[in-house]
């Protein structure tokens, strides 16, 4: 049996706009050992103050990682590319992984001759082309690694559909095939990436674009192979991957179609019927990712067979993935408090010292375990997100979905 490891490859520091203060690198190590990460994203390798905090605290490993305490590290960062191109000004996120701290700092040069003000913000805003940008990383350092972040959401994404592409190739031009996956967002799926062709020969990555430490995990990509630099590109480069855990789709903040300050939301039957133009106020809708994934599929939705497990497989023989609702969730739900509160703290604590990790709560442990541990409602609440028997009410124009275990209750 092939070796797996879980990673979180999409993380950010305290430095990025609309981040939370208290993120460091003990705090994601402690964190990604609650969850049951082992391999972590440095995030905002380009901003000096925390690539100063990084370099303080992680120490070398075997294979081009890093590590503190007892998690893994690998150095990545994501840039924001702002240009013109046929036309329209074109935005989207890039998310870069490089094997030494020497290669950052040529990255880190390049992007301060190009203009970028890397102090300002850690997700640094550049204004390249994102094939000129990819181009430039991949002759400093060859082996480095990029691939379109979040590539659905509406305003900064590959295929986003403010400011994005019809196809990859229309962005990247030649150097298409050296992107070797696709990172789904938290607002689609595998299946629906499967759907488009760019998405054929590419692995489908999820990973969680933490904010803030306790949001680790919420989605994750579980790898085969060797935990090394080069054995993470292998993997990436042909689909080396056990599976990925998912949002659901419908709770991402750009799921569906629509306007918030108006609270109007459509689906594809709405806009069909309706269009895009918010019937309260008359200003365009912000076109979600369903409706987005709509226009470019040239495929029929996938059946989708669930394994003991609860993993979905599609019929082509790609990855499985399967929803997870984030632990503290349920809890809340569960126990009727918020998710912030002392109470879900305590329950959170009692699981995962008892089971060992977020994820061993939510997909292997026994029911009954869980039970003696939490309570019934809580085992209940376990029990019925992993048969999906969930309702979601989907997000739209940057306002989160909501997962109900217990919708009747509500």
Same mark, same amino acid.
């Given at each position: 049996?092939?070796?797996?490891?879980?990673?979180?490859?999409?993380?950010?520091?305290?430095?990025?706009? !609309?981040? #939370?203060?208290?993120?460091?690198?003990?705090?994601?190590?402690?964190?990604?050992?609650?969850?049951?990460?082992?391999?972590?994203?440095?995030?905002?390798?380009?901003?000096? @103050?925390?690539?100063?905090?990084?370099?303080?605290?992680? %120490?070398?490993?075997?294979?081009?990682?890093?590590?503190?305490?007892? +998690?893994?590290?690998?150095?990545?960062?994501?840039?924001?590319?702002?240009?013109?191109?046929?036309?329209?000004?074109?935005?989207?996120?890039?998310?870069?992984?490089?094997?030494?701290?020497?290669?950052?700092?040529?990255?880190?040069?390049?992007?301060?001759?190009?203009?970028?003000?890397?102090?300002?913000?850690?997700?640094?805003?550049?204004?390249?082309?994102?094939?000129?940008?990819?181009?430039?990383?991949?002759?400093?350092?060859?082996? !480095?690694?990029?691939?379109?972040?979040?590539?659905?959401?509406?305003?900064?994404?590959?295929?986003?559909?403010?400011?994005?592409?019809?196809?990859?190739?229309?962005?990247?031009?030649?150097?298409?095939? $050296?992107?070797?996956?696709?990172?789904?967002?938290?607002?689609?799926?595998?299946?629906?990436?499967? %759907?488009?062709?760019?998405?054929?020969?590419?692995?489908?990555?999820?990973?969680?674009?933490?904010?803030?430490? %306790?949001?680790?995990?919420?989605? $994750?990509? #579980?790898?085969?192979?060797?935990?090394?630099?080069?054995?993470?590109? $292998?993997?990436?480069?042909?689909?080396?991957?056990?599976?990925?855990?998912?949002?659901?789709?419908?709770?991402?903040?750009?799921?569906?179609?629509?306007?918030?300050?108006?609270?109007?939301?459509?689906?594809?039957?709405?806009?069909?019927?309706?269009?895009?133009?918010?019937?309260?106020?008359?200003?365009?809708?912000?076109?979600?990712?369903?409706?987005?994934?709509?226009?470019?599929?040239?495929?029929?939705?996938?059946?989708?067979?669930?394994?003991?497990?609860?993993?979905?497989?599609?019929?082509?023989?790609?990855?499985?993935?399967?929803?997870?609702?984030?632990?503290?969730?349920?809890? @809340?739900?569960?126990?009727?408090?918020?998710?912030?509160?002392?109470?879900?703290?305590?329950?959170?604590?009692?699981?995962? +010292?008892?089971?060992?990790?977020?994820?061993?709560?939510?997909?292997?442990?026994?029911? $009954?375990?869980?039970?003696?541990?939490?309570?019934?409602?809580?085992?209940?609440?376990? %029990?019925?997100?992993?048969?999906?028997?969930?309702?979601?009410?989907?997000?739209?124009?940057?306002?989160?979905?909501?997962?109900?275990?217990?919708?009747?209750?509500?």
């Amino acid at each position: 049996m092939q070796a797996i490891y879980l990673a979180d490859l999409h993380v950010h520091s305290s430095y990025a706009i !609309s981040t #939370a203060r208290d993120i460091t690198i003990p705090a994601l190590a402690q964190w990604a050992r609650c969850k049951g990460i082992q391999l972590l994203a440095t995030g905002d390798f380009t901003h000096p @103050a925390w690539r100063a905090h990084v370099r303080d605290l992680v %120490r070398p490993a075997a294979g081009d990682l890093f590590t503190y305490a007892d +998690t893994h590290f690998i150095l990545g960062a994501e840039l924001s590319c702002v240009f013109r191109h046929g036309g329209k000004t074109r935005r989207l996120h890039l998310l870069v992984y490089v094997p030494s701290f020497a290669v950052v700092e040529k990255i880190c040069a390049f992007l301060d001759r190009a203009g970028a003000k890397l102090a300002g913000d850690g997700r640094p805003t550049i204004s390249l082309h994102a094939r000129e940008l990819t181009s430039a990383i991949l002759e400093l350092e060859p082996r !480095s690694l990029v691939i379109p972040a979040h590539a659905w959401t509406p305003w900064y994404a590959l295929f986003g559909s403010k400011s994005g592409f019809a196809a990859l190739d229309e962005c990247f031009g030649d150097l298409a095939p $050296a992107i070797p996956a696709l990172e789904t967002g938290l607002s689609s799926d595998p299946a629906m990436n499967w %759907r488009v062709p760019d998405a054929d020969g590419r692995s489908i990555v999820s990973f969680s674009d933490a904010h803030s430490p %306790r949001n680790l995990g919420r989605e $994750a990509t #579980a790898f085969y192979g060797p935990m090394t630099f080069d054995g993470l590109a $292998a993997a990436l480069r042909t689909e080396g991957i056990a599976y990925t855990l998912e949002y659901y789709p419908e709770e991402g903040k750009y799921h569906a179609t629509g306007h918030r300050a108006c609270n109007v939301r459509y689906l594809p039957a709405d806009t069909n019927a309706r269009g895009t133009v918010c019937p309260v106020c008359g200003r365009p809708l912000t076109v979600g990712v369903l409706e987005r994934v709509e226009a470019l599929a040239t495929r029929p939705e996938f059946a989708l067979v669930a394994d003991e497990r609860g993993f979905l497989h599609g019929p082509d023989g790609r990855p499985p993935f399967r929803h997870v609702v984030p632990l503290a969730q349920i809890l @809340a739900e569960a126990l009727g408090v918020g998710e912030r509160t002392k109470t879900v703290s305590r329950v959170y604590t009692a699981l995962t +010292t008892a089971i060992g990790s977020e994820f061993g709560v939510l997909l292997d442990a026994p029911v $009954a375990d869980i039970a003696d541990v939490a309570g019934e409602r809580v085992a209940d609440g376990i %029990r019925r997100m992993r048969r999906g028997d969930v309702a979601v009410e989907p997000g739209y124009d940057g306002r989160y979905g909501a997962v109900r275990l217990w919708p009747d209750e509500t």
